[in-house]
């Protein structure tokens, strides 16, 4: 396992010229453009592959000596436009996203606790950033995807800390309403990756007829290529296909041995219907079949999310993940393409598998999320972490989370270690903030109940809240017992001049209030998150925070 440090991706622009992009795609169907007008058929999913005698079945071919662009080397570039040529509009009803409802403020007197289960997947963010050139889909908007997309300079825990993680706090005002104050929570994850006897990986990827677009299996394909080189002799890769029916391309074949697992991605055809509940219990019984003691144990399922062939809704899937759970074996997802991704069915076999959820519109995305966070995706230091967060009804009145509306939990779920939660990798952070009303100014007055505030009159302490943290070792088991940690966030926790930090994702924050259409977004507005996010770009050795104000710019635009 290679586990290179980060490197700056190339600057990408949002919009590819029009004329630019057709010629790329014409290159990737074999034509030129002189031959754009002519009636040849020609094979759009396919970069240079092994030539091979059909397989029979619909079996997907396996071997076979590829051309040398074709083995993974480095100084390959797959003919992609990074991101890809401005699409059409989205036909209504092609694209499908859980609309969860979006939290109210709370009066502390009568719900003085807010709880929530942890999230690191990026996908929602990387899928606006698409959007932005068709049309935004508001209810596929989740605004702690947003904000978690990006690193912050959240101090770690130093060597050897009790905790794996560390929490860090800042109190300001709210940037969209001057009379109320924005508290943000940071869980920062140790970047020391656990002791580890090597990966067994299954990929798990869609070969559909769905998948039959330039944006979706070619791109699977090299981005898979950029992951195989990430690993060496002592991991282990099966790769499972699915269709109408599924297929084992390989079987626990060395992680060292790059240029057969590229030349089997690059041999991928699409076509058929799509089962991918069958292609889910194949890779996990490959998975527990090769599984590697004290290893990281996962199937990383690739695809459009558009199953209509065997189990294939949310709730029937997800059933299926979590009674595979307590095998050791995580899901991450991966999704790709456009017009009819199924966003609420990929996000839940995440959520549900003990994995995360990334959306890839671009070579360049892929490289961001399986090759500079490797360590982070594939390697958990924290499990079932939830956070459970007091608020002081001496101090704040009433309150709201932002985000987080698919991951609420009921307040006794904190302390239950049968509920399952978000698993946080190395590296990983998460971000959370909570919009307070002070107290007085909306009428509400103290709480009662077993709590660390209710046995205080009102003015004895001057804390916003006390975060608490529970969270499971990832060698103990499914049946191991939780950890809890407490942090208090006392006066001393607001600032008139907020971090680089806060400022940055307050303003990605923002954002999301305005494309989810939030009924509580105020004064929000997009000039104030650009110039915010603009004047707090810190160092930015990978460029994604001046993309985010290039985001901004191309949200303005659309009207």
């Given at each position: ?12 622009p ?24 002519s ?26 000596a ?12 797959p ?66 995807e ?8 959240y101090?770690?825990?130093a ?11 800042e ?8 009379e ?8 920062q ?29 070619p ?13 060496d ?17 390989a ?32 890779a ?10 004290g290893?990281?144990n ?49 996000e ?5 598998g ?33 956070l459970?967060?007091?608020l002081?009804?001496a ?22 270690d049968?509920?399952d ?31 660390e ?5 009102v003015?004895?302490?001057?804390d ?14 499914p ?47 997009l000039?104030?998150?650009?110039a ?8 930015d ?19």
């Amino acid at each position: 396992m290679n586990l290179a440090p980060r490197r700056p991706a190339p600057a990408v622009p949002l919009l590819v010229p029009l004329a630019a992009a057709l010629s790329v795609v014409l290159a990737l169907a074999g034509c030129t453009a002189q031959d754009a007008g002519s009636d040849t058929t020609t094979e759009t999913t396919t970069l240079t592959a092994p030539d091979t005698a059909p397989l029979p079945d619909g079996a997907q071919a396996l071997d076979g000596a590829s051309a040398p662009e074709a083995r993974g080397d480095q100084s390959f570039v797959p003919p992609y436009p990074e991101p890809y040529p401005e699409p059409g509009p989205v036909e209504p009803g092609g694209e499908e996203y859980d609309d969860s409802p979006e939290s109210p403020f709370l009066d502390v007197a009568t719900s003085p606790l807010s709880t929530f289960s942890s999230d690191v997947d990026t996908a929602s963010y990387s899928n606006l950033r698409r959007q932005v050139n068709q049309g935004v889909a508001p209810e596929g908007v989740r605004i702690e995807e947003l904000v978690n997309y990006f690193d912050y300079d959240y101090p770690a825990p130093a060597a050897g800390a009790e905790r794996p993680f560390s929490v860090t706090t800042e109190v300001a005002q709210a940037p969209w309403n001057p009379e109320h104050q924005l508290a943000m929570v940071g869980v920062q994850a140790t970047e020391a990756l656990p002791t580890s006897e090597g990966n067994n990986i299954v990929f798990l990827l869609d070969v559909s007829g769905s998948m039959d677009e330039p944006d979706k299996l070619p791109l699977l394909a090299e981005s898979f290529a950029l992951l195989v080189e990430q690993l060496d002799e002592r991991d282990r890769v099966s790769i499972v296909t699915y269709a109408g029916d599924n297929r084992v391309v390989a079987d626990s074949v060395p992680g060292s041995e790059h240029g057969v697992l590229v030349d089997h991605l690059r041999s991928l055809r699409a076509g058929g219907s799509t089962g991918g509940a069958a292609g889910l219990t194949t890779a996990y019984e490959l998975a527990e079949k090769n599984f590697v003691r004290g290893g990281n144990n996962r199937v990383i399922l690739a695809t459009d999310g558009d199953f209509n062939v065997g189990p294939s809704s949310p709730a029937e899937l997800t059933t299926l993940v979590e009674a595979e759970r307590a095998s050791g074996v995580y899901v991450s997802v991966l999704g790709f393409g456009m017009y009819n991704l199924k966003d609420s069915m990929m996000e839940a076999i995440a959520d549900h598998g003990n994995g995360n959820y990334a959306y890839i519109d671009t070579l360049a995305e892929a490289r961001k999320v399986l090759v500079d966070e490797f360590g982070s995706t594939m390697f958990v230091v924290a499990q079932d972490l939830k956070l459970q967060v007091e608020l002081n009804p001496a101090v704040v009145g009433s309150y709201r989370l932002l985000g987080y509306d698919n991951r609420r939990l009921a307040d006794e779920d904190f302390d239950d270690d049968t509920k399952d939660a978000g698993d946080v990798g190395a590296g990983h952070s998460v971000t959370a903030f909570y919009e307070l009303v002070p107290a007085g100014s909306d009428g509400s007055t103290g709480s009662d109940g077993d709590l660390e505030y209710s046995d205080r009159e009102v003015g004895t302490s001057d804390d916003f809240m006390t975060v608490h943290v529970r969270y499971k070792s990832p060698d103990g088991g499914p049946s191991a017992a939780s950890t809890e940690a407490e942090f208090p966030v006392g006066a001393a926790a607001y600032t008139t001049t907020p971090s680089a930090d806060f400022e940055f994702a307050s303003a990605v924050a923002e954002l999301g209030l305005i494309a989810t259409g939030s009924e509580y977004r105020a004064d929000a507005n997009l000039d104030g998150a650009r110039a915010r996010a603009a004047g707090a770009l810190g160092a930015d050795p990978y460029g994604l925070r001046a993309e985010f104000v290039d985001l901004v710019d191309a949200y303005r635009a659309m009207g």
